[in-house]
């Protein structure tokens, strides 16, 4: 490791928060009280869910659905941070080409992000997971082999995303690939023994803390060296891309979504939304349950492509020149209904295999009522906070944002439910109107971004 | 002394060959089999129309771009090895990347990782001073102007000590008296016994600077010669003249002005 790299990259992220703190002081407050809260929340959560669950987790069944659900989430954070991740041209041409051995430059780069990140996520995580586990019959050591075991999920996470990657771009080499998808596979085995923990194993508590280790250092190298190799998106036939989407839709709308397809952080988010929604269909498929599963899979899928609403505000801005010729409104209907079709890309593989596979109408509206409250809850949280893709600070406070009105729509949602039934309305209905409140938020925050704009 | 010094530099590898450049963006070729030399105290610039490929081939002997064929060798080690970075300094067009950093911060970490010394930083402070970026020293890089960060760029890089200087787009967002800075400097490096390869689209700075012209046009090397004789063989006043003539371009003014008079 090149210390002085490192240094100075932890320097710039820490510089770069600060900067967007001081910028909008009132959005910082915001996401600090939302991290402090979430935290508390996610005690209390799990506190009440290691009660619930303690007597449940002897079942290697429940233990093995709970720690799927974990360790799918986990990987699809992986891929997405490795993704992500900036190159060492982020470094700037005279850095980058200095004499530091590129995987070193690299680790440089994107350990700062991680740290941050790490920083930020793994209070409420760790205070969700772990009253769980360590409730559970497995005790503390279940708990470190979990925790141990998502770690290990987060690196083959994305190790197996640059392996789709070079797949997609059809650059495979083989013997990475191959180590990739062994790392995958290990860390799936690893997780089967975590289970096998948290029902109570103490030797597969031992045996998955240890392979943990192992796939995670193997898996981290891996994507060093993957990451490295990443090979570049040739130029595509955009203006025929185009032309296509405008034979349906509307010029506003084809260039909104030509403008959200083609940003390649957006593209990634939603290429590994439906690769780990459709993953996560599989696993519960094997598992035997399709209809959670389809509600699992369709929101890691969602959250995952909910970059693209969350990005829309900040887009808006970068061609506001382009924008201000058109109304408010209509360009904040054309955003809309582009960041939705831009979800929807991700979710239909999900939704279509869940229908193959077997999923229930009830969880399939479950799932879609799922996916509009974070399309909405993304929509206007880029409105309000833009997200411009201009480094760890930007994206912090975009996602705390995001969060915090997600938290906001979900009580809203939970008090209009409760008050419409005492007046008598069917769930559906109550169901339907919120929704429908959601969608015109969003676009009236949009519609704001685009008038300051 | 000196003498054995200049024996010394004879016998050093050239600071760059590099033979048979290949490089391929999908359907585009930017490189079509380039051939580039740089000998020691040699000043040598890459002219040639918007995407020719200058900013590419820099960018291959860095190490920083793959190539399909061909190979670079700098100072005797193969272009993207750790031995050939460190015989390398690379002042970029744009100077983007840890904009956080004051500019002092910025020298001083690109002056670390080449182990440049007090040699280096004595060099770097004079060329600071030279340029008035001292008075900027502390304000954050991207907080300044475009040809202010490009000058922040130029004084890492040739503050060092290395065998081989590549500048891409030499002139660009730079102002008459940065320009004649970055003309003594790299004048220095040269007489320092250090090879410069440079990529500008300024013919005239070209003209003054280099010793020897690369014309690039559509990945191909379509001249390379002392200005002089590049516009001897055309018959040209000046290079603009000579680098129209050898790009094809020869009746452009004519030709545009005739279109737009049609319309």
Redesign the interface.
């Known amino acids: 490791m090149s210390w002085p790299l490192s240094e100075a990259c932890l320097r710039v992220e820490a510089r770069r928060l600060a900067a967007r703190a001081c910028a909008a002081p009132l959005v910082a407050a915001v996401a600090a009280c939302a991290w402090l809260g979430s935290s508390a929340l996610a005690l209390r959560a799990g506190s009440t869910a290691a009660h619930a669950l303690s007597p449940l987790l002897l079942d290697l069944h429940v233990a093995r659905v709970v720690v799927l659900s974990l360790a799918l989430s986990a990987s699809a954070a992986g891929a997405a941070l490795g993704l992500t991740a900036p190159g060492i041209t982020a470094l700037g041409g005279t850095l980058a080409a200095a004499p530091v051995p590129p995987r070193v430059a690299l680790a440089a780069v994107a350990s700062a992000r991680l740290t941050a990140v790490t920083l930020l996520a793994a209070p409420p995580l760790v205070a969700a997971v772990a009253p769980v586990a360590v409730a559970g019959p497995g005790g503390v050591l279940a708990g470190s082999a979990l925790v141990a075991a998502l770690c290990a999920c987060a690196v083959a996470g994305a190790s197996l995303a640059e392996l789709a990657l070079r797949l997609v771009r059809q650059r495979i080499i083989r013997r990475a690939d191959a180590i990739s998808a062994a790392i995958a596979l290990s860390a799936a085995a690893t997780c089967e023994c975590a289970a096998s923990g948290v029902a109570g194993s103490a030797p597969a508590s031992v045996t998955a803390l240890l392979a943990s280790v192992a796939v995670g250092v193997l898996g981290a190298r891996t994507w060093l060296d993957a990451a490295l190799e990443r090979p570049v998106a040739m130029p595509g036939r955009g203006r025929g891309a185009r032309q296509r989407w405008r034979r349906i839709l509307p010029v506003l709308e084809s260039a909104a979504l030509a403008v959200l397809l083609r940003a390649p952080d957006i593209r990634l988010a939603l290429a590994t939304g439906a690769g780990f929604g459709l993953v996560g269909m599989g696993a519960a498929s094997v598992a035997g349950d399709a209809g959670s599963g389809l509600l699992l899979a369709a929101g890691v899928a969602a959250l995952a492509a909910g970059l693209a609403p969350l990005s829309a505000g900040g887009r808006v801005e970068l061609a506001r020149w382009a924008w201000s010729a058109a109304s408010p409104g209509r360009a904040a209907a054309g955003w809309a209904v582009a960041s939705g079709l831009a979800m929807t890309a991700a979710l239909a593989p999900v939704v279509l295999v869940a229908g193959v596979l077997g999923a229930t109408m009830p969880a399939m509206l479950q799932s879609a009522h799922a996916a509009v409250v974070v399309g909405a809850a993304a929509l206007v949280a880029g409105a309000f906070v833009p997200r411009r893709a201009a480094g760890l600070g930007d994206d912090a406070a975009a996602l705390a944002a995001f969060v915090t009105v997600v938290a906001l729509f979900l009580a809203g949602g939970e008090a209009a439910r409760s008050r419409l039934a005492a007046f008598g309305v069917a769930e559906a209905i109550g169901m339907c109107l919120w929704l429908l409140l959601a969608c015109t938020v969003a676009v009236g925050a949009l519609r704001r971004r685009v008038r300051l704009a | 002394m000196q003498r054995g010094g200049r024996a010394a530099r004879r016998r050093a590898p050239a600071p760059l060959v590099a033979r048979a450049l290949r490089k391929r963006?999908?359907?585009?070729i930017a490189l079509d089999g380039v051939d580039l030399t740089v000998s020691g105290g040699e000043i040598v610039g890459l002219v040639g129309p918007n995407g020719s490929g200058k900013t590419t081939a820099i960018l291959a002997v860095?190490?920083?771009l793959g190539l399909d064929a061909g190979h670079a060798v700098v100072a005797g080690h193969p272009a993207g090895t750790?031995a050939a970075?460190?015989a390398?300094?690379?002042?970029?067009?744009?100077?983007?990347?840890?904009?956080?950093?004051t500019v002092g911060?910025l020298v001083e970490?690109?002056l670390?990782?080449?182990a440049a010394g007090e040699r280096g930083r004595r060099r770097a402070r004079a060329l600071a001073e030279s340029l008035g970026l001292h008075r900027r020293w502390q304000d954050?890089v991207g907080a300044l102007s475009r040809g202010l960060r490009r000058q922040a760029?130029l004084v890492?890089?040739l503050a060092l000590d290395v065998p081989l200087v590549l500048v891409?787009e030499a002139t660009a967002a730079l102002d008459p008296e940065a320009v004649v800075v970055l003309d003594e400097a790299m004048q220095a490096r040269a007489r320092a016994g250090a090879g410069v390869l440079l990529a500008t689209q300024d013919l005239h700075f070209a003209e003054r600077t280099c010793h020897t012209v690369v014309v690039l046009a559509a990945g191909v090397v379509v001249a390379a010669a002392e200005p002089r004789a590049l516009r001897s063989w055309h018959g040209a006043p000046t290079l603009e003249e000579a680098f129209l003539a050898e790009t094809g371009s020869g009746l452009l003014r004519e030709r545009v002005r005739h279109e737009l008079a049609a319309l």
């Open positions: 963006f999908g359907s585009t860095t190490g920083l750790l970075r460190r390398v300094a690379y002042v970029p067009d744009e100077p983007g990347g840890l904009d956080e950093l911060e970490l690109v670390t990782l080449h954050r760029a890492a890089g891409d």
